[in-house]
């Protein structure tokens, strides 16, 4: 159901009926396919999908204090690109990794756990939070500050192993770093687990409100946001469905 699955998918059904006697269904589909693409890629269509998610959540404030902890998100290393060349390879999200490092700094006495194993179906040694504790170190967080958590596969893993690593006390207050447009869906599932988080959004892939409507001329640009933003969706569909989030769209908890 991704864009980029779609279209293809839609473009091979669309010459495959060519060739048969639903030709003309065929030709309606390939221009239908090809409309759908050029919308995926130059419009606006992927910014108002994104919008919503990215926005949900206010940039943390800091002026309660300190946290007790902080919780890292996995997504920026690609594991299989790592162990074939035996060093970490940050693929995208690199801003999950920058802001621990900066807020470690600005809390030395924080904890920091990094949670992330693997996503792939198929189960490998590779982990990524073997590949990221290098990297983390290597931007200034002391090896004896961080808490790894290696066997979660997906989000749902990441609060339910986290919760059960740590073991939060009442009254403790933890920040979660994970990327803008991933944090309702985040936010969510650590809620429905019983752990009490607060967002710290980070890698933003528009710029706001003023970009809504925004054209592109890199089609692989508004291909990127909207595969993104679909993926999410579905995500946020699927988990509310298996009961692991509480809400569609989970927002700022009310005071």
Do not use: C
């Amino acid at each position: 159901m991704l864009p980029i699955n779609l279209m293809i998918e839609l473009g091979i059904v669309s010459v495959v009926l060519m060739a048969t006697r639903f030709a003309a269904f065929g030709r309606k589909l390939a221009a239908a396919t090809l409309i759908l693409l050029a919308l995926a890629a130059f419009s606006p269509l992927g910014n108002l999908l994104l919008y919503p998610l990215e926005s949900r959540f206010p940039p943390w404030d800091p002026s309660r204090g300190a946290p007790d902890g902080i919780i890292v998100l996995g997504g920026s290393i690609d594991t299989d690109l790592s162990a074939a060349h035996r060093t970490p390879v940050v693929a995208h999200a690199a801003d999950r990794l920058f802001a621990p490092a900066e807020l470690a700094r600005r809390y030395p006495n924080t904890r920091i756990v990094f949670t992330g194993g693997t996503a792939n179906l198929v189960s490998t040694d590779s982990r990524e939070a073997d590949y990221s504790a290098p990297i983390l170190e290597n931007l200034g967080i002391a090896k004896q500050r961080l808490i790894l958590e290696r066997d979660s596969r997906n989000t749902y893993e990441n609060a339910i192993f986290t919760k059960q690593l740590v073991s939060p006390k009442a009254g403790e207050r933890w920040l979660l770093v994970t990327s803008a447009f991933h944090m309702p869906r985040s936010m969510g599932i650590f809620r429905k687990a019983g752990f009490d988080v607060e967002a710290y959004p980070v890698d933003w892939r528009m710029g706001g409100r003023d970009d809504l409507f925004s054209f592109t001329n890199v089609g692989t640009d508004g291909l990127g946001r909207t595969e993104v933003a679909v993926r999410e969706w579905i995500g946020l569909v699927a988990y509310r469905l298996m009961g692991r989030t509480g809400e569609l769209l989970p927002g700022p908890a009310k005071d």
